[in-house]
Nanobody
């Protein structure tokens, strides 16, 4: 069992930045690839970014490439998402998720493959 708690969301002006964090419980954090997803009002949840259990591989949605950076610290059981150059359309609830894998470089953008989810943190970008 893995529990995930997100933090760092808030209200920011367009062009601004935030750093979202996700703290994971348990001693097996390094066994999980981690992902960030988001859901805007009236929309389905969508993939944002993912990082392999080793940290050696990352993938991003096209809409955030070059603006968002995912990272992890396995010693601290945390995964972060640095979000820069925010746009109004980035407004959403952001969720972190954990995906068990034995492969050190596997990531994934399919939310159905993720085993555990946090409660989410709201990011609101004012235009």
């Amino acid at each position: 069992q893995v529990q995930l708690v997100e933090s760092g969301g808030g209200l920011v002006q367009a062009g601004g930045s935030l750093r979202l964090s996700c703290a994971a419980s348990g001693r097996t954090f390094s066994s999980y690839a981690m992902g960030w997803f988001r859901q805007a009002p009236g929309n389905e949840r969508e993939f944002v970014a993912a990082i392999a259990r080793s940290g050696g591989s990352t993938i991003y949605a096209d809409s955030v490439k070059g603006r968002f950076t995912i990272s992890r610290d396995n010693a601290k059981n945390t995964v972060s998402l640095q979000v820069n150059s925010l746009k109004h359309e980035d407004t959403a609830v952001y969720y972190c998720a954990a995906k068990f894998t034995v492969y050190p470089l596997v990531t994934g953008s399919n939310e159905a493959d993720y085993d555990y989810w946090g409660q989410g943190t709201q990011v609101t970008v004012s235009s």
